[in-house]
């Protein structure tokens, strides 16, 4: 291990996560309860943008964690916990589309409310209406809005999305969602940039046309 690491392991293990996890790899369960209890609801909202589908996203959820404790005896803290963590979920939601490629199935979007949302969810998705250009949600029929926000976002192809809900979501640096997704961070800003005008592009076609919330069209540019 060299200087740098040595400092980096240091340095990581004033994250409460980390040592969490550094219990669970001596086999504490209750260690792993807590982690699961802070983290299960983020990765599940994540998962389901990414899946469009609940049930399916509560069963990848079930996956990351199970692949979690798996990997425990092999667990170093060179990152933050969050880190590794958002990196098992990235591969498992990764392993899901491929999977939905060779096995298409109906969509069938989202169609209620969350009631279980997050206050940071709801904070990212008024930063997205925000920063799109848009006219004040005020002027706008709220709850549609932000249906329009999430259909917005999962039309943005896979891997913006991705970068999309760690950076806006979660707010993680650009330096963590690029090592998650295994880009460098120059090539994940262009990434970030690309998705904040098809973002744009979408929101400014539903305001200026008054259209009522729908599918838009699945945006296939995603490098």
Same mark, same amino acid.
């Given at each position: 291990?060299?200087?740098?690491?040595?400092?980096?392991?240091?340095?990581?293990?004033?994250?409460?996560?980390? $040592?969490?996890?550094?219990?669970?790899?001596?086999?504490? +369960?209750?260690?792993?309860?807590?982690?699961?209890?802070?983290?299960?609801? $983020?990765?599940?909202?994540?998962?389901?943008? !990414?899946?469009?589908? $609940?049930?399916?996203? =509560?069963?990848?959820?079930?996956?990351?964690?199970?692949?979690?404790?798996?990997?425990?005896?092999?667990?170093?803290?060179? +990152?933050?916990?969050?880190?590794?963590?958002?990196?098992?979920?990235?591969?498992?939601?990764?392993?899901?589309?491929?999977?939905?490629?060779?096995?298409? /199935?109906?969509?069938?979007? !989202?169609?209620?409310?969350?009631?279980?949302?997050?206050?940071?969810?709801?904070?990212? /998705?008024?930063?997205?209406?925000?920063?799109?250009?848009?006219?004040?949600?005020?002027?706008? =029929?709220?709850?549609?809005?932000?249906?329009?926000?999430?259909?917005?976002?999962? +039309?943005?192809?896979?891997?913006?999305?991705?970068?999309?809900?760690?950076?806006?979501?979660?707010?993680?640096?650009?330096?963590?969602? +690029?090592?998650?997704?295994?880009?460098?961070?120059?090539?994940?800003?262009?990434?970030?940039?690309?998705?904040?005008?098809?973002?744009?592009?979408?929101?400014?076609?539903?305001?200026?046309?008054?259209?009522?919330?729908? /599918?838009?069209?699945?945006?296939?540019?995603?490098?």
């Amino acid at each position: 291990m060299t200087p740098d690491s040595v400092t980096l392991v240091n340095l990581n293990m004033n994250d409460p996560d980390v $040592r969490l996890m550094l219990a669970v790899q001596q086999d504490d +369960a209750t260690a792993f309860e807590e982690l699961m209890s802070r983290y299960q609801a $983020r990765v599940l909202s994540i998962l389901r943008h !990414i899946v469009n589908n $609940r049930d399916t996203a =509560e069963e990848l959820t079930q996956d990351v964690f199970l692949r979690v404790f798996r990997a425990r005896k092999n667990y170093q803290p060179d +990152a933050k916990f969050s880190t590794w963590l958002f990196t098992i979920t990235n591969n498992v939601a990764l392993n899901a589309i491929r999977s939905k490629v060779r096995k298409p /199935e109906v969509q069938l979007g !989202i169609k209620r409310t969350d009631a279980s949302k997050s206050d940071a969810l709801m904070m990212a /998705e008024n930063t997205i209406i925000a920063s799109s250009g848009t006219i004040p949600t005020r002027q706008l =029929e709220k709850l549609e809005m932000k249906q329009m926000v999430q259909l917005a976002i999962n +039309a943005l192809g896979d891997r913006q999305r991705m970068a999309v809900l760690l950076h806006k979501f979660e707010g993680l640096s650009y330096i963590e969602i +690029a090592k998650i997704m295994d880009m460098t961070p120059q090539a994940l800003k262009s990434l970030l940039c690309r998705a904040r005008i098809n973002l744009r592009d979408i929101l400014q076609a539903y305001v200026q046309k008054g259209e009522k919330v729908k /599918e838009p069209k699945k945006i296939n540019k995603d490098k």
